[in-house]
């Protein structure tokens, strides 16, 4: 693994400090929004391999009336460990450090199951991927690209739904992708 370091000599435009607290607010979203119900609105920051895998562990939870419910919780830090180029990809390695309460509830009544109902401290080794060759955007004001699961034309300043397949875009700058979220 290179040092993270040493990335700007691919991407001069790559901040590290700004692509750590954009991954912890991402992480937060991402165990919410299972919770909550909303994980569509996470499509857009991870790969479609991830998403459908959680997706489908979501949908077979759900089915025998139970999800995986996480609260209160906090991301304590985020170490950048460094990244790997390979043919077609980047990927940047991390360290997010959480705090959480995560139990499996029943769907309807959200009482508690299994699990602990105390809070957990966890290290979550999060990999990150995006095409290579590619840098980070600068802030350009962009108002109009087209849907990338359906390809329509959608202004993003208008709405972060696409109007024709109802998918939810991804309307900041941020073009990593969570390949896999492991606590170990
Ligand atoms: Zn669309």
């Not at 040493?6 to 954009?22: I, M």
């Amino acid at each position: 693994m290179n040092s993270i370091k040493e990335f700007s000599k691919l991407d001069k435009a790559f901040d590290a400090a700004k692509f750590s607290s954009k991954l912890s607010n991402i992480y937060r979203r991402f165990k919410t929004t299972a919770s909550d119900g909303k994980f569509e609105e996470m499509e857009p920051y991870l790969t479609p391999e991830l998403y459908q895998k959680i997706s489908s562990e979501t949908a077979v939870r759900a089915k025998s009336g139970k999800v995986l419910y996480t609260e209160r919780i906090t991301i304590l830090g985020t170490e950048l460990l460094g990244f790997e180029t390979e043919v077609g990809f980047d990927r940047i390695f991390a360290d997010v450090r959480v705090r959480a309460v995560e139990y499996v509830a029943d769907i309807k009544t959200r009482k508690r199951l299994s699990g602990s109902a105390e809070e957990q401290f966890m290290t979550v080794r999060v990999v990150l991927r995006r095409e290579s060759g590619r840098v980070s955007p600068q802030l350009t004001g962009i108002s109009a690209q087209n849907c990338p699961y359906c390809g329509a034309p959608v202004n993003i300043n208008k709405s972060s739904k696409c109007d024709y397949c109802g998918r939810v875009l991804n309307t900041d700058s941020f073009d990593w992708l969570i390949e896999s979220a492991e606590i170990h």
